[in-house]
C-alpha cells in the first residue's frame, strides 16, 4: 500500500561539501523519490571530489535532541543512517533508534573512502556492530565494508551470513568493488540469498553512490514498498543518477540525483516549449 501524503523520512549522516556524497546526497535521494528529507548533520567534513582532508563529529547530545524534536512532531517513516564517524554519535543514534523501534532503519556503513580516507574514529566499527547493526532493518555495505563488519569471513556471502547474525533483517552487498564484467548485487535474508540484481559496469568512479542507494531505498520504504521491490527500485533510480553523472570538480563524477528533471529529459517527455 502506497502512502497518499509524502512520507518523512529522517537522515543521519555527515556533512560534504562538495554536494556529492553524505547530507546533501540523502537529501537529494529522498526528495527525487517524493520524500521528505530529515536532515541530521552527524559530522562536518573537510573533502571534495577526490578525497577526504579530515572530519569533526558533532556534539553526541545535538544529535540526540535535533532528533527527538523532529521524531516528536513529524510522521517519521524510515530513518536511513550513512556516515557516523564516532563512537560517541553512534551511541547517540542508537539511543534514539531504541526509542522508536517500529521504524524501519537503513543503514550505509561509511568508515572511509575509496583511497581510505577516514570518515570514522578507529573504534568505530565495534561500537556500529553492538549498537547499530541490531537495529538495522537493511544494511547496505559494500564488499569491504561488509568485511570490515565481519572480521574473519572468507566470502562475500560468509559475510552477509555473519551480519545477518548481527540481528540485520536483510544485507543489500553491493558489488560496485567486485571484479564481475558487470556490477553484481545480492540481497540476503532469512540465511539465504534472495536475489540477485545485474547491472552495467559503468566506465567512470563516482562519488556518493553508496549514499544515493541507500537514501533512496529508504524512501521506498517509506513510500510503502516491501524490501525486495524497495531494493529494485532503488538500484534502478540510483544506476540512472550514474549514467547521468557529471565530473563536475577533478575527481570523481557526481550522480545526478535529479536526472529526471533536466532539460533534455523534460523536452524529450513535451513538458516544455
Not at 540526540?64 to 557516523?84: F, H, N, T, W, Y
Request: glycine share 6%; net charge negative.
Amino acid at each position: 500500500m502506497i502512502h497518499s501524503s509524502k512520507p518523512v523520512v529522517l537522515c543521519f549522516s555527515g556533512l560534504d561539501p562538495s554536494g556529492g556524497a553524505g547530507i546533501v546526497a540523502d537529501v537529494e535521494a529522498i526528495t527525487s523519490q517524493g520524500c521528505t528529507a530529515a536532515a541530521i548533520v552527524t559530522a562536518a567534513t573537510v573533502q571534495d571530489s577526490q578525497d577526504v582532508m579530515s572530519f569533526s563529529p558533532m556534539p553526541a547530545d545535538l544529535i540526540v535532541e535535533q532528533a527527538r524534536a523532529i521524531l516528536e512532531d513529524m510522521p517519521v517513516s524510515a530513518i536511513k543512517i550513512g556516515m557516523v564517524g564516532s563512537t560517541d554519535v553512534a551511541q547517540a543514534i542508537h539511543t534514539v533508534l531504541r526509542d522508536y523501534p517500529s521504524i524501519k532503519v537503513i543503514y550505509d556503513p561509511v568508515f572511509s573512502t575509496e583511497k581510505d580516507g577516514a570518515l570514522s574514529t578507529a573504534d568505530l566499527v565495534d561500537a556500529v556492530r553492538a549498537m547499530l547493526l541490531p537495529m538495522t532493518t537493511i544494511l547496505t555495505p559494500n564488499l569491504f565494508e561488509a568485511h570490515e563488519l565481519a572480521p574473519g569471513s572468507d566470502t562475500p556471502t560468509a559475510a552477509a551470513m555473519s551480519l545477518l547474525e548481527n540481528e540485520c533483517d536483510y544485507v543489500l552487498l553491493t558489488g560496485t568493488h567486485g571484479k564481475t564484467p558487470d556490477v553484481q548485487h545480492a540481497l540476503y535474508s532469512d540465511h539465504r540469498e534472495l536475489k540477485r540484481f545485474h547491472y552495467e559496469r559503468l566506465p567512470h568512479k563516482y562519488h556518493g553512490s553508496g549514499c544515493t542507494l541507500a537514501a533512496s531505498l529508504a524512501a521506498m520504504i517509506a513510500l510503502g514498498y516491501e524490501p525486495v521491490n524497495a531494493v529494485h527500485q532503488a538500484l534502478d533510480y540510483t544506476f540512472n543518477t550514474l549514467k547521468h553523472a557529471n565530473r563536475i570538480g577533478m575527481g570523481q563524477h557526481h550522480p545526478d540525483r535529479l536526472y529526471w528533471a533536466n532539460n533534455d529529459t523534460r523536452l524529450k517527455n513535451g513538458t516544455r516549449d
